[in-house]
């Protein structure tokens, strides 16, 4: 539990985490690969974006009450998520860090609920790529 809520605070270096916690920078990875296959694995249920006109209405209602974007439904943003280089096409997910990463796009309703998560793209990829090519752009 640790490792899962330490790495997620601060999802910097997994050695140094790992000698923080006092475990191996290999646990570290495993742990938060447990994670992400289990927020992945119940996706469907936890993300969801509107589909009517009248729940959109609601979720643009709520946002601008807790918020003041009065044209918003929601956020969207990518970050960077290090992993161990792959031996396949590893180069490609070194981002501009020099480190290797997935760059993960995730957007927000108004009550702060993910609607989507998209975990596909390797860390040499820029966000506004991912977004152009985001099923939620179109």
Not at 32 to 58: C, Y
Not at 95 to 124: H, I, Y
Request: charged content about 20%; glycine content about 6%.
């Amino acid at each position: 539990m640790k490792i899962r809520l330490r790495y997620l605070g601060d999802p910097g270096c997994q050695q140094g985490i790992g000698q923080e916690l006092g475990v191996s920078q290999a646990m570290v990875s495993r742990t938060v690969d447990r994670v992400v296959n289990s927020i992945v694995a119940q996706s469907n249920e936890w993300i969801k974006f509107p589909t009517t006109n009248h729940k959109l209405m609601e979720a643009k209602r709520i946002w601008q009450s807790m918020y003041k974007f009065p044209t918003a439904i929601g956020v969207i943003d990518c970050t960077h998520i290090v992993i161990l280089k792959p031996n396949h096409h590893g180069d490609e997910y070194i981002n501009r860090k020099g480190k290797p990463t997935l760059n993960v796009q995730a957007t927000c309703d108004a009550r702060e609920m993910f609607t989507s998560v998209d975990v596909s793209w390797p860390g040499s990829v820029h966000d506004s790529r991912i977004w152009r090519n985001s099923q939620i752009r179109s």
